[in-house]
C-alpha cells in the first residue's frame, strides 16, 4: 500500500499550505499517521502525528503553534495545514503510517516539496 501526498509548493515567508495525505483504494483508519520532512542535506525530522481518533496529537518543537495536524477518521487522510511558514520550514514532506504502539512506521509516501522564499 502506498500513502499519496498533495498540496506542497513555493509560498513566500509567513504564508500557508496545507498538505493532505490519503491511501487510494486502502484504509488506515486504524494506524497511527504522521508527517515527517527532510531539508537537503539533513536527517529527517519528525513533524507531527495524530492517532487513529484524532483526538491525540504530538508535534514537534519546531512547528508548535504553527502546524495543525487532523485527520478524516472516515476516509482514513490526513492533513497538515502549515501557517506563519518560514524559510527553515523548506523540505520534502512525508506522510507516513504506524500500527499504535510501533515504533517504527510502515508506509511512506513518496513525498511533497514544500519551498519557502524569504
Known amino acids: 500500500a502506498q500513502l499519496v501526498e498533495s498540496g506542497g509548493g513555493l509560498v513566500r515567508t509567513g504564508g500557508s499550505l496545507r498538505l493532505s495525505c490519503g491511501a487510494p483504494?486502502?484504509?488506515?483508519?486504524?494506524?497511527?499517521m504522521g508527517w515527517f520532512r527532510q531539508a537537503p542535506g539533513k536527517e529527517r525530522e519528525f513533524v507531527a502525528v495524530?492517532?487513529?481518533?484524532?483526538?491525540?496529537?504530538t508535534y514537534g518543537d519546531s512547528v508548535k503553534g504553527r502546524f495543525t495536524i487532523s485527520r478524516d477518521v472516515i476516509k482514513s487522510a490526513v492533513s497538515l495545514q502549515m501557517n506563519n511558514l518560514k524559510p527553515e520550514d523548506t523540505g520534502v514532506y512525508y506522510c507516513?503510517?504506524?500500527?499504535?504502539?510501533?515504533?517504527?512506521?510502515?508506509?511512506w509516501g513518496q513525498g511533497t516539496q514544500v519551498t519557502v522564499s524569504s
Open positions: 507516513a503510517a504506524k500500527p499504535p504502539g510501533e515504533k517504527e512506521y510502515e508506509y
Open positions: 483504494g486502502r484504509a488506515f483508519s486504524w494506524y497511527n
Open positions: 495524530v492517532d487513529r481518533t484524532g483526538s491525540i496529537k
